[in-house]
């Protein structure tokens, strides 16, 4: 069917489930500073409404747009978080803590060694940077990662093509499968 020493489908999302709680972890004191600048105006809202009283619209609308300021400004801040995380653990050792774990890493299509630093951070801006854009990101992203289904021989997402790499099991000590 397909090469044995492709990654797994489920390796691939496993390893980025855990690289995304990582990211999570150094991101969350940002959501940490939402919540602290929204809870005082979301809390005088809901005493207003215990109360009885009627909530002013104004006063809610302020609360939205607060909401919605910080997730326009958070969706770039964690698209730049990952792709310097991805660029740079991929660049340097061809994996992220996540793959890490799972032993697998990217390698270059053709040769099968190890992603020279601009495939690396070309992999990465496709995989990271178009999050970064409300919704449409979000699309892309989902069909990134869907493409892999989409093109079982090879397993690329959309990412890997841009990058001509793959994803491998990797051998013992970090070296990669023969092809």
């Known amino acids: 069917m397909g090469d044995p ?6 390796e691939r999302l496993l390893a ?6 990582i990211l999570s972890v150094l991101i969350s ?24 009283r009627p909530v002013d619209v104004q006063d ?9 300021k910080w997730a326009f400004l958070m969706a770039p801040i964690a698209a730049a978080l990952y792709f310097v995380y991805d660029g740079i653990q ?23 060694v190890h992603i020279t630093p601009g495939a690396a951070w070309r992999r990465a801006a496709v995989y990271a940077l178009p999050s ?21 021989m090879a397993r690329q997402c959309l990412h890997d093509k841009a990058a001509e790499t793959v994803v491998v099991k990797a051998r013992r000590h970090g070296t990669t499968a023969p092809a």
């Not at 980025?16 to 709680?21: A, K």
Request: proline letters at 3%; charged letters at 15%; aromatic letters at 12%.
């Open 60 to 68: 809610l609308l302020a609360l939205e747009v607060t909401m919605f």
């Open 5 to 10: 020493t492709l990654a797994e489908w489920w």
């Open 29 to 52: 004191p940002a959501y940490v500073l939402l919540v602290f600048s929204i809870s005082d105006d979301f809390l005088a809202i809901m005493r207003q409404s215990a109360e009885g």
């Open 132 to 152: 970064a854009v409300p919704i449409i990101g979000s699309f892309f992203a989902l069909a990134n990662s869907l493409w892999l289904f989409q093109d079982p």
């Open 16 to 21: 980025r489930l855990i690289d995304s709680t």
């Open 90 to 112: 991929h660049a340097v050792w061809g994996r992220t803590l996540g793959k890490r774990l799972l032993k697998i890493e990217v390698v270059a299509m053709s040769t099968r």
